[in-house]
């Protein structure tokens, strides 16, 4: 049920024009008491970032972290658009904040798409009144709204989870121009707990380092990357700060695993596992060198369990490594270790390599650590996807 499967909340998908195929481009998640919800958000790291982020992260400054209702575009990024594109957003969201009669800061507002392309905003205004009446909060729309928000994707990203009776829901969209700390994906997070703000946003960290900054596609980071928690509050329960977490960390771990899978042109989902580090920032740096390796991503796309590769991208990670105690598996069959190739079963080795998720496993044999990035293979139909303009 996504976002409307906690109680509290609303969602709505349609089509607002923004897209020329017709298809469904406009959601909205609302909260449905009298009371906004508390919100945490996080957002790109890109000195470029585009006018609904900007807007965004005032709202939530000037509402005090107080939310009744997100706007989400997909088809048009709203960025590169300059003072312009700046008020296009604002009037999203004081439209949507009438139809709903709720204060304008008390709106977010996302959008993923093109960049450098004029807004629509004469299209997006003429439908926020029938986006704001169609809310509804059966699995229905959850899934609508996931929908609307697709760009690139081939399946609309949708999670659920529950603990002592509290539910968590989201929805995410994102398909390419993924990289560590965060990507071009949007995300919405919903809960029914009663929380605090201080509480919803560490969760909400906490999570997002664990999942969104361990997935990497093509190492491109976004103008538009948002990542928003709402909490209604509507269960009266109120968890602890580990469980609070919990909850939190499955929702984003869900659709990040999503998105890998539907990356653009991608044949597999990759997990590259380091373990045997000096820390985890170690860990971490060596499997994501290995995970943006376009070498070691096009080897797999061949099926080719190329370990050469894999050791040269674990001696340049910049982080102390005993080469000579490094191993390389793929799966459970270890094919290098003290500094010699091993004599494996080519067969076993063949079929996991052409299975749709593989584990690339590294010991660095240093230390107590470990580490996870998750990753696709490089294929020609990436290429020619972004090889469009339009």
Known sequence: MSVTYPQG???????????????????????????PGVAAATFTTNLSAAAPVVVSRGNLAR?????????????????????????HALASVAALGVELGVPPEQ??????GLIGIPFPIDKVLAKIPEAA??????????????????????????????????????????????????????????????VSQEALAAALSRA???????????????????????????????????????????????????????AEGATKLIKVRCWGATSESDALAVARKIAESSLVKCSFFGMDPYWGRVLSEVGSAGVG???????????????????????????????????????LGVSVGAGPFEATVLTADLTPAYIAENMRTS
């Open 9 to 35: 909340f609303l969602a709505s998908g349609t089509a607002a024009g923004i897209k020329d195929s017709g298809n469904p481009d406009m959601a909205v998640v609302a909260v449905s008491g009298p009371a």
């Open 63 to 87: 509402s005090k972290h107080r939310v009744s209702a997100v706007l989400l575009t997909s088809g048009n990024a709203n960025a590169a658009t300059g003072a312009t594109g700046h008020a």
């Open 107 to 112: 709106v977010l507002v996302c959008s993923t």
């Open 133 to 194: 009446k169609e809310l509804q909060g059966d699995q229905a729309a959850g899934v609508r709204a996931a929908e609307a928000i697709m760009t690139t994707d081939t399946f609309a990203k949708v999670a659920t989870h529950e603990i002592e009776g509290v539910r968590f829901g989201g929805i995410a969209k994102g398909a390419a121009m993924i990289a560590p700390n965060m990507a071009t994906m949007l995300a919405v997070v919903t809960t029914d707990a009663v």
């Open 208 to 262: 997002v380092e664990m999942s969104f900054n361990r997935i990497t596609i093509d190492g491109c980071t976004s103008t538009n990357d948002t990542v928003i928690a709402i909490a209604s509050a509507a269960s009266g329960i109120n968890l602890g700060d580990e469980e609070l977490a919990e909850g939190i960390i499955a929702i984003c771990s869900s659709l990040a695993s999503q998105i890998v899978f539907d």
């Open 321 to 359: 490594v005993a080469m000579e105690e490094v191993s390389v598996a793929y799966g459970p069959i270890t094919v290098y270790a003290k500094s010699e190739e091993l004599q494996v079963d080519r067969e076993a080795l063949a079929e996991i390599m052409a299975a749709r998720e593989v584990t």
